[in-house]
């Protein structure tokens, strides 16, 4: 499968042109997105949505206020017990971000292009008392993004933003349900949250309900990496 992204339109629903059959991974928010006619895309096997008709205002979101991002479209792997030999490969899978959790457990997500390789090499790695688990499947993932999202977090979770410093991530509740909230170490603010899929709906309108005062903005995938997400 090629590199380069494949928007999906009225106009061109599929190529015809004939290829072998692959299976499109969603999240599950995609129909959400698809009633907010979100412009979606083929990467890496993933359909994601790349902007909400409007780039340049989900820009300003991100760098003067709210944007509400699903980023679920990334590999993630689940390490437990003596994590520390996995993670010692970390650095050769480019763009993956860590979250320690505790002694004995972290997750890694890891672009989805990256995900194989990064198993490969965190398998090798790992001992005997080691568990390596593709954990793609079970979380969705969301991205607070934009100067607000420390008001947003107060209204979501009992933790203080000012504790969660970039690189830094928690497990804990949000929203009375689970999530794992990691800060990326970006210019704008950027928090990840990763629930389990099954919440995923719940999560995103929740957020927005929560969120109203803030004015939160869904962004795409083009508003975020123009900002240096990765």
């Given at each position: 499968m090629?590199?380069?992204?494949?928007?999906?339109?009225?106009?061109?629903?599929?190529?015809?042109?004939?290829?072998?059959?692959?299976?499109?991974?969603?999240?599950?928010?995609?129909?959400?997105?698809?009633?907010?006619?979100a412009?979606?895309?083929?990467?890496?096997?993933?359909?994601?949505?790349?902007?909400?008709?409007?780039?340049?205002?989900?820009g300003?979101?991100?760098?003067?206020?709210?944007?509400?991002?699903?980023?679920?479209?990334?590999?993630?792997?689940?390490?437990?017990?003596?994590v520390?030999?996995?993670?010692?490969?970390?650095?050769?899978?480019?763009?993956?971000?860590?979250?320690?959790?505790?002694?004995?457990?972290?997750?890694?997500?890891?672009?989805?292009?990256?995900?194989?390789?990064?198993?490969?090499?965190?398998?090798?790695a790992?001992?005997?008392?080691?568990?390596?688990?593709?954990?793609?499947?079970?979380?969705?993932?969301?991205?607070?993004?934009g100067?607000?999202?420390?008001?947003?977090?107060?209204?979501?979770?009992?933790?203080?933003?000012?504790?969660?410093?970039?690189?830094?991530?928690v497990?804990?509740?949000?929203?009375?349900?689970p999530?794992?909230?990691?800060?990326?170490?970006?210019?704008?603010?950027?928090?990840?949250?990763?629930?389990?899929?099954?919440?995923?709906?719940?999560?995103?309108?929740?957020?927005?309900?929560?969120?109203?005062?803030?004015?939160?903005?869904?962004?795409?995938?083009?508003?975020?990496?123009?900002?240096?997400?990765?």
């Amino acid at each position: 499968m090629s590199d380069e992204s494949r928007v999906l339109t009225a106009e061109r629903p599929s190529d015809t042109r004939p290829s072998e059959f692959a299976p499109v991974m969603r999240s599950p928010l995609t129909e959400h997105h698809r009633s907010l006619n979100a412009q979606l895309a083929m990467e890496h096997g993933w359909e994601v949505p790349r902007s909400y008709g409007d780039v340049e205002r989900e820009g300003r979101a991100i760098r003067e206020g709210l944007g509400i991002a699903d980023v679920t479209a990334r590999g993630k792997i689940d390490l437990r017990g003596a994590v520390d030999s996995s993670l010692a490969n970390l650095l050769q899978t480019r763009n993956a971000q860590l979250a320690r959790l505790s002694r004995d457990w972290a997750l890694v997500f890891t672009p989805a292009a990256s995900l194989k390789s990064a198993l490969h090499l965190m398998e090798q790695a790992a001992d005997r008392s080691t568990m390596v688990t593709d954990a793609t499947s079970i979380y969705a993932g969301l991205a607070l993004v934009g100067p607000r999202v420390p008001d947003l977090l107060l209204r979501l979770t009992a933790i203080d933003p000012a504790q969660l410093t970039p690189g830094h991530s928690v497990a804990t509740q949000m929203l009375r349900i689970p999530a794992i909230l990691l800060r990326r170490d970006l210019p704008s603010m950027v928090v990840e949250a990763y629930v389990a899929s099954e919440f995923a709906r719940y999560a995103w309108e929740a957020i927005f309900t929560a969120g109203h005062p803030l004015e939160p903005d869904a962004v795409g995938w083009d508003a975020l990496r123009a900002e240096g997400w990765r």
